[in-house]
T-cell receptor, first 114, second 110 residues
């Protein structure tokens, strides 16, 4: 299995809702990442997990809450989002020493906040 | 990550070679040069990476200048499927915090 699977592919949520994005990989990668991508812009790094521990938080608002329950799974919990949070959310994974290896990205979850 | 500079956009004709340039004058000795591409409505896709020597794989070739201050991604025969945004990224060998620049939007004309 050489894929990163993200679910759901599309999500529409209200500003008072709570929802979660899920990301799964079975490549034995021990680093996982969340990126946010607005239309016509490059992906922006949000969070990095290494060996199931949060190692980087790019000053992301607390309405985004990441979780890495095991080495194969990464979640992003969403609560009280704003319309400007509408974007494509991308998950990626890699071997931890990433200078030597590439990242594998999922196809993303397209989130619309109404 | 050290900064890279790429042209905003490039055009090529189908079945012709494409050379995508990247400048990285502040590259350090431990930085790898990575290339990713993002097709419409998909996540980024790893293309190739290298440190000092030129590299080839089934997707592309990477030519690295002798002083490592620039590199070129070479697609040997562009197809319509190669139309994408191509990102050149410097990755420190010990850090796992890859950040994207603006990239080059490649258009392939039939």
């Amino acid at each position: 299995d050489t894929e990163v699977t993200q679910t759901p592919k599309h999500l529409v949520m209200g500003m008072t809702n709570k929802k979660s994005l899920k990301c799964e990989q079975h490549m034995g990668h021990r680093a996982m990442y969340w990126y946010k991508q607005k239309a016509k812009k490059p992906p922006e790094l949000m969070f990095v997990y290494s060996y199931e521990k949060l190692s980087i938080n790019e000053s992301v608002p607390s309405r985004f809450s990441p979780e890495c329950p095991n080495s194969s799974l990464l979640n992003l919990h969403l609560h009280a989002l704003q319309p400007e949070d509408s974007a494509l959310y991308l998950c990626a994974s890699s071997l931890p020493t990433t200078g030597f290896h590439g990242y594998t990205f999922g196809s993303g979850t397209r989130l619309t906040v109404v | 990550d050290a900064k890279t500079t790429q042209p905003n956009s490039m055009e090529s004709n189908e079945e012709e070679p494409v050379h995508l340039p990247c400048n990285h004058s502040t590259i350090s000795g431990t930085d790898y040069i990575h290339w990713y591409r993002q097709l419409p409505s998909q996540g980024p896709e790893y293309v190739i990476h290298g440190l000092t020597s030129n590299v080839n794989n089934r997707m592309a070739s990477l030519a690295i200048a002798e002083d490592r201050k620039s590199s070129t991604l070479i697609l040997h025969r562009a197809t319509l499927r190669d139309a994408a945004v191509y990102y050149c990224i410097l990755r420190d060998r010990w850090n796992n915090d890859m950040r994207f620049g603006a990239g080059t939007r490649l258009t392939v004309k039939p």
